[in-house]
């Protein structure tokens, strides 16, 4: 992982220090294990996830590769040298055309991919921000096929059925991990 750990407690104490969550072992298939691989070339191994609500809905993202209906945070991973926050307004604008604010680093999620006998260790970085411009309208074509706002109830529900019913080990990883999101912003009352 690239991520500075100094930048990362400098993000601690300006956003919070987030809950840590390992979510163990899950299973991948192929394809998605070889784009991880690729993904992880020149030492990345982390996303950075970033939960923005306008109007009461969430902002959401459809990749090419998702299932019908199926829709997630949006995120990316930070480039080398990029500073971290940087890294975070700069995928968010690329997903979503939109221009946000950091709240609060909510949640550090751990995470080992699997196939056959290969495992990967991930790390999510999971952040609460605020729209301040822009609007819904994915400048990255290629990795965003659309970005739309859903209820917390859709992506709660059938959204997150669809996501566990994939049987692909990143949609999994990404149900579980909206779960934790929304678990621990109302344990700690970040949202109303």
């Excluded at 299973?27 to 970033?50: C, P």
């Excluded at 993202?61 to 971290?84: D, L, M, T, W, Y």
């Excluded at 946000?100 to 006998?117: K, S």
Aim: proline share 4%; aromatic share 8%; charged share 35%.
């Amino acid at each position: 992982m690239f991520l500075d750990q100094e930048e990362i407690s400098k993000l601690e104490d300006r956003y919070g220090r987030p809950r840590e969550i390992s979510f163990g072992e899950i299973k991948m298939q192929e394809d998605e294990f070889d784009l991880l691989r690729r993904s992880m070339e020149g030492g990345r191994a982390h996303d950075v996830t970033i939960f923005t609500f306008v109007k009461g809905e969430v902002v959401v993202i459809q990749k090419p590769s998702h299932p019908p209906k199926v829709f997630r945070a949006p995120g990316g991973g930070v480039e080398p040298c990029e500073n971290i926050e940087d890294g975070i307004r700069r995928e968010m604008y690329e997903e979503t055309g939109l221009e946000i604010e950091i709240e609060r680093y909510v949640l550090r999620t751990m995470v080992t991919f699997v196939r056959d006998t290969e495992r990967r260790d991930w790390t999510s970085h999971v952040f609460l921000a605020s729209k301040v411009g822009g609007r819904l309208d994915p400048k990255d074509t290629e990795e965003v096929a659309k970005a739309r706002l859903v209820s917390s109830e859709k992506l709660l529900g059938g959204i997150r059925d669809r996501m566990l019913e994939s049987g692909r080990g990143g949609l999994i990883y990404r149900a579980k991990l909206t779960d934790a999101f929304f678990e621990e912003v109302n344990r700690q009352g970040y949202i109303s």
